[in-house]
């Protein structure tokens, strides 16, 4: 499978734009097409997860109807319409040692995805991969077994029919455990891991894998608002942070406030949620919160829990500084936020911050591809190699030199 | 130590160029002031060599005297003057959703180095680490436990004396070979791994590893002679790339030549190079080559052996498509060349060959950081992830992305 995933990835480094894009076009109409033979396929998944006990919650991620078939073929045909970043130079010059050196962006090769649940990510990830020139294998969770074969089908028949080679996408289609850990182990063939799904499977693969792996999508988001913050204003986006979509890896788990704005901020905070959320409350800090219906003390491991819920960690700090403290302490790595008019106490923030995005005076929620006008999001990455924050297609790519002399035995 | 490490990466993160600079201006004086202790130390490493039948080679590339001593100073202070990477903005733009957004570098952290001999390394990546802002975490080989041990003294020294934690540059000084691999389990603080040495260190931190790995310096070297080259002139390229520096990773493995041409180009290159060079021979491409006294057949692996000595694998080929193929099957992805005329099959080897620096008639020696004009050279990766071919200041620092607003509640 890697040797001819490889092989696959020789042949689409060299295609053209209008080729890839052809053989998206062909994926979006098979989707369409074969949509009753999706369906059924679909179904059996459903049936399935049904029998098992599976919850509501899951049966509806990966349940697959008409019209979610039609958004992702739609989705198909917006990366259609997405600039190729492929061929692109970086960087052109012309050295004092007569070489002419351009770094031109080529595609990174083989690229291998392990995700969970929903079917769409299959089609997702073929697409971004397809439209970047690399080979994908792919390896969905057991519940969408049956979608994701025939979801693999529709994409290889297109992919011939577009005269490209149908192991461009290929699927690990044994339920098999131990295929993963092999999968994890094919450097010679496989350039980059991307785990979507929960923390166990990123730390799987990081302790796993000889392949560079992209981990991501974790961490403590918090927004701290500073005495100088405008209070009315700071609370919306408080708002935003948390209830927009707490299940969310950018939705905001601890809110830092300034012991001498606490008092106020906390009462306007608790009268605009009202009981949409329960509050985990450091000590120190309760006896400036209002009375709430839910709230209760903080303890051990609060300020590192990742809630993508509707719940809220508070605590009242006495400064900026101390503010960047907690957050170093307690695993600030994705997306933060400061709410302030002082310029000094930004630039502070915005250069301590060890995390992938962030802001100032605007919502946690802002760390996603489409927001930052990335067109794709292929995953939020939380480390510091290749690629941090949202991942669009350009984060799917590597570069080669180019060099050109006139047969300059120089060096 | 890996705590120590982050520490002190929060502070070297927001310190001025200037600050460092200085710190890097007092280690070159440093270096120079305690010339007595450092040769002292490094003598103690000779003797044990010495003692242990180490070769008079390796002996050699672990001795300072004082001029070596100057120079290691003098590449300090070449590091003061190369542009520091820190701050500078990647990319800014203002989006529809209100946001501006900025993509700023910054350093990636800690970085683990672990390499061989040469006591100049732990000078210098410490030196290349500081400029950007990194803090690091180095291991040395046995064989110059001393002289490491003395020069790390006197970078802690000088970064006291310049305000800088002593913690930004630490060295593991105990021989055990388990604290290594409890180095590469510190994904927690530790951004990024280095190793500078054989293959087998290389494959020992990729399959161990739990944080990010940058692998490189391996890979089988081509040049490519095609019918349209100017014979003369490849000639001259052939003998740059196979006898300039025969042990280094760029160096000429293999040569490829086309067969209309083979006979009178391998009568050239043997009257070039007399009796330096040893052909190894592809069994077909024999009866091409002219008498030459150190010559042998061609067995299975020499085509996928980096020789690094005076030893050159030669075949022929039919075609530009062919040598490719000869290329991909023997793990060309360091340095590769075409020696042509033809722009046709020079852009198909370029598109085509999957080499982290591809050249059109040119040396692969060109693949170096000082070459290309990268002021310093880490390493040369190989791998596709976060920086291909010579790594230098740049490809120490990771970005983030910085996002500010009036308050907007969207998204």
Redesign the interface.
Known sequence: MGKAAKQAA?QL??TSTAKKNEALAIIADELEAKADVILAANAKDIAKGRESGMSEALLDRLLLNPERLQNIAGDVRNVIKLNDPIGSELES?V???G?S?AKRR?P??VVGVIYEARPNVTIDIAALCLKTGNASILRGGSETFFSNIELVKVIQSALEKAGLPAESVQYIDKPDRELVSQLLKL?EYV??IIPRGGAGLHKMC??NS?I??IIGGFGISHVFVDESA?LE??V??V??AKL?RPSACNALDTLLVHERVAEPFLAMLAELLKDKITYVVESATCEKMPKVPNMRLAQDGDFDTEWLSYTLGVKSVASTAEAIEHM?EHNASHSDAI?TNSIEN?ELF???V??????????T????GA???LGAEVAVST????A??PMGLEELT??????????????
Chains 1, 2 share one sequence.
Do not use: C
């Open positions: 020789f480094a060299t010059k050295l004092e040692n070489l050196l080529v990174l090769g450097d350039d980059m990081k302790e000889s560079p792996v405008d204003k700071s919306q986006v708002a935003n927009q170093r709410m930004a915005i250069n301590s060890d995390s992938a995005a962030v802001y100032v005076n605007a919502s929620r802002f760390t996603d927001q930052f006008g480390q510091k190699l290749h941090r924050g590597s570069y080669k030199w180019i060099g050109k002399a006139n047969y300059l035995s120089r060096p």
